[in-house]
């Protein structure tokens, strides 16, 4: 046997010892209470966690304060065996937390066979954050290069506290300089060589924490200006979805409707109803998939409505802009309060299991899986349009049908139907893009009128009537919108942005995309 090595203790006399330990933690004396603690952790052994948790429930408060620190660690310590990788990672953090040095053994034990990138991530960063919390001058400064190489913005407040105290004190508390001599006194001058190593490896601690800072600082802004952007692509999602329906109804049929948001709130209630439909009527287990029940129901309740509203008003309206601004604007003041009286002034969604949590792509860059979904469910819309309209025989006609309406009656095309279910098909967007909304918002009656003042903005630039110019314009609305709220906030960024549209128009009328043809004429 090497020097130096201990033999681990026999299994029998291990468990007398975890008796034994578990038996002190009654025990009146703190000192006696304090070494069982130490006992129980330096064993390890979570077979002892359900006789803890009945000793917590029935001791009195100081005895429920001592074995808390146990119950943690040997919980997290069980956790890093668990089947899921989020599992590990989660018990790997909460152990580089509580910071206790035994924990070390397990984190190695457990990343030597960790098949997961990132939980293996996790364990490094929590190894390295308990070796910079220790006292060993070389090791700190190990582990710093080690933060600093994984990018761990996790250790940076405990790095700039090593980076600006790289001045020691002696015994004493007296500050010493860099060669470890104090800063007053008779033979300041004449430093001890053990204060001068001090002093050396001190400096050493800082210069590499402060190295890692400036790594992991550089990092960051990379890591912010994509996080921005996704951000801005998600809302710009958001953004599309909404200004596609406007885009047909307002950019195809000429109608300002002013209630289109509010087609986006009963979206948003309809998936409310559907959430709670499966909570009270169905199994638990099949609550997940809820949310895909939601989509077309969301879409219909909004498009029947659309229908509904067509044929008692909008019809009687076409080719008088002004009547059909304020006539859809008292229609969305009645949703909203219907809204309001029914459902009250707040509801919450809960998102399905399937869409929580995110897709780790690089350190400090996590995608939400509810922001990918919008994302891809906006694309799915904008494909689905463009084949509707350009590839089908419907499409054919609502295009014959707003460019000539006169034409088309003559060629015993159905302008009437087409108008309406045109205008329905248009608010089930808005009603849709209102589901999406719910998987990262509240629901409440005002929700619409958020999007309804962008979404004509979209629309208006990116060339009314042209589905490429709505695409491209929400993404440059939603991209500034959160390139600008840093700096400018929430509000004035929208003025902004405001100001910028308008200046656009003036020197380009017909938006990005200009409409070309016959259609100029209609």
Known sequence: MAEGSEAAPPPAAASTEIEQALKDLASEDAAVQEAAVQTLIAQGDAGVLPRLEEMRLNGDRSLRLAIKSVIDLLKNKEKLRSRRPEERRSAAADLATIGKPVALTWLEAALASEPDRWARYTIEESISLIKLAGS????????????????SQNAVPLLKELAGSSTLRDPQGRPKDDRGATGSGQGSEQAPSAGSGQGDQASQVAQAAQEAIERIESWGSWTSAIETLF??????????????????????MGVINMAHGEFMMLGAYATFLTQEGFKAYLPGGLFDYYFLLAMPCSFLAAGLFGLVLEASLIRFLYGRPLETLLATWGVSLVLIQGARVIFGDLTSVVAPSWLSGGLQVMVGVQLPYNRLFIIALAALCVVGIHLLLFRTGVGLKV???????????????PTRKVDAYTFAFGSGLAGLAGCALTLIGNVEPGLGQNYIVD??????????????????ASLGIGGLNKLLEPSFGAVYGKVLILILVILFLQRRPSGLFSIKGRQVES
Do not use: H
């Open 399 to 413: 295009r014959a049908v707003m460019q000539n309406r006169d034409m088309s009656a003559c060629l015993a095309i």
């Open 136 to 151: 060993d001058p070389a090791v700190k400064a190990a582990a710093a290069a080690k933060l600093g190489d994984l990018r």
């Open 231 to 252: 951000r801005g692509i998600s809302l710009s999602s958001v953004l599309l979805l909404m200004a596609l329906g406007l885009a047909i109804i307002f950019g195809l």
């Open 455 to 472: 979404s004509f903005m979209v629309v208006v630039t990116g060339g009314v009537g042209k589905l490429a110019g709505t695409v491209a």
